[in-house]
């Protein structure tokens, strides 16, 4: 029988109450109908996961009492991959994000491409970005992942790719471009970590490739068709869990 997960902030206290907030117990309590001394799975988010049971304080109020922590259930990709994805329609974004952490993505970076006709102001960027790490949550809970990709701020692309750091050893940055060269895994190393960049429906100017290649990123294709945006990056994920990840286990 499937368990029943439920993400929760950090810190998660073994043996110990946890009140539980109007949208949490409207979920249990509400839409799953769950009784008192139903048990689930409660997970931080980080890597730790709780035994759980429903119940309620001396007040009435919907707490969770947590049990000891759980065994790593191994669900998490072994391989740290970022996607770093131009942004386009809302909702096709948000397909993205709950399809990548399903895949095994562990850092989503959304920028602003020059053809990607999407503008934001501070307020607009703070609010997709609460939305997408809810979805990433969400999509967390429902695979059996116990750690929740990390959604950055929408920003411009070259404010992006300044944030990162020098690559590490192992690391490799791939630009995927339909006329690029080589395929992607045609050729190097299995990588440690892998840095993912997929483009607007426009494409990414020479401009931006230009200063990708500065960041250390790699020109790579995806096959003989042209892919949308918001289905490259999935594809390129899956691609890259089944040549150096886990997705042929």
């Given amino acids: 029988m499937r368990r029943l997960r439920l993400p929760l902030p950090p810190p998660v206290e073994p043996r110990s109450l946890r009140p539980l907030d109007e949208s949490r117990r409207h979920y249990l309590r509400d839409v799953l109908r769950l ?121 411009p692309l070259a404010e992006a790719l300044a944030a990162f750091p020098p690559a590490a050893p192992g690391e490799r940055r791939l630009l995927l471009t339909p006329e690029a060269p080589h395929p992607l895994g045609g050729d190097g190393a299995p990588p440690e970590r892998l840095v993912l960049m997929i483009g607007p429906e426009g494409g990414w100017t020479e401009e931006e490739k230009a200063l990708a290649a500065r960041h250390g990123f790699e020109p790579r294709r995806l096959g003989p068709r042209t892919l949308r945006t918001d289905t490259a990056g999935l594809v390129a994920l899956a691609v890259a869990g089944v040549l150096w990840g886990d997705l042929n286990d």
Avoid: N
């Fill in 35 to 155: 009784d008192d001394g139903a048990a689930l799975v409660v997970f931080d988010g980080t890597g730790g996961e709780w035994a759980a049971c429903l119940g309620r304080d001396d007040s009435g109020g919907s707490v969770l009492a947590i049990g000891e922590r759980l065994p790593d259930p191994g669900s998490d990709p072994a391989l740290p991959v970022v996607l770093v994805q131009a942004l386009t329609h809302a909702r096709s974004i948000d397909e993205v994000v709950a399809r990548a952490t399903e895949i095994g993505v562990g850092t989503i970076v959304p920028v602003l491409a020059a053809r990607g006709r999407v503008r934001l102001d501070a307020a607009g960027a703070g609010r997709r970005q609460s939305r997408w790490r809810t979805i990433a949550a969400g999509a967390a809970r429902q695979c059996g992942r116990t750690r929740v990709p990390d959604c950055t701020t929408p920003r």
